[in-house]
């Protein structure tokens, strides 16, 4: 078991940029999701996939945001036209979710966006 | 709305015991879960809560009632690395967490 893994863990580019990240759930985890978490505070939900169906967007992730999830494995995120506010830690989590499993939500290291 | 409340910091002594209290206000409320969270690495599975009582695992053991919006961690034998901020989060119907802003735990010797 190697754990939720995320690419990059730092990047940091100008405003106006494009940005993607990578995110490698738990093998056989069916439930992937996306939280966003600044210093301070809690993560923030984002969205979430069921295998390659996106269940439920935030109303956080405005139309520069977008996440998939290809062939229910991994999952990509990206964000267009970077600006100085999204600057925070995303994280990715994965859950067993139904699959006779529970519904602990495990989470990766994180990449941390800096928006310069 | 959704509401996850929890002390934002909270300091102890080594060996003691601490208890972390966390009320939740959310609709479709399915469960609470508790994560640990240290310094600059991603938030790691404590306990799940589902029914009403208490669940102990080890040093560490997590209280929910329902009917009171309410939920607590207790950690026992206080360590130094248990300095971490605690995360409260509410499982909503939709699967989602709902989180506070975390507690912030400082473990003195």
């Known amino acids: 078991d190697t754990g939720v893994s995320q690419n990059p863990r730092h990047k940091i580019t100008k405003r106006g940029q494009n940005v993607t990240f990578r995110c490698d759930p738990i093998?056989?985890?069916?439930?992937l999701y996306w939280y966003r978490q600044t210093l301070g505070q809690g993560p923030e939900f984002l969205t979430y996939?069921?295998?390659?169906?996106?269940l439920e967007k935030s109303r956080l992730l405005s139309d520069r945001f977008s996440a998939e999830r290809p062939k229910g494995s991994f999952s990509t995120l990206e964000i267009q036209r970077t600006e100085q506010g999204d600057s925070a830690m995303y994280l990715c989590?994965?859950?067993?979710w139904g699959a006779g499993g529970g519904y602990e939500q495990y989470f990766g290291p994180g990449t941390r966006l800096t928006v310069t | 709305g959704q509401n996850i409340d929890q002390p934002t910091e909270m300091t102890a002594t080594e060996g003691a015991i601490v208890q972390i209290n966390c009320t939740y206000q959310?609709?479709?409320?399915?469960?609470l879960f508790w994560y640990q969270q240290h310094a600059g690495e991603a938030p790691t599975f404590l306990s799940y809560?589902?029914?009403?009582g208490l669940e102990e695992k080890g040093r560490f053991s997590s209280f929910l009632s329902r009917s009171k919006g309410y939920s607590y961690l207790l950690l026992k034998e206080l360590q130094m690395k248990d300095s971490a901020s605690y995360l409260c989060a509410g499982r909503l119907s939709t699967d989602k967490l709902i989180f506070g802003t975390g507690t912030r735990l400082q473990v003195f010797p």
């Open positions: 989590a994965s859950s067993p």
């Open positions: 959310t609709s479709g409320f399915n469960g």
């Open positions: 996939f069921q295998n390659e169906a996106q």
């Open positions: 809560n589902v029914l009403d």
């Open positions: 093998s056989e985890h069916n439930r």
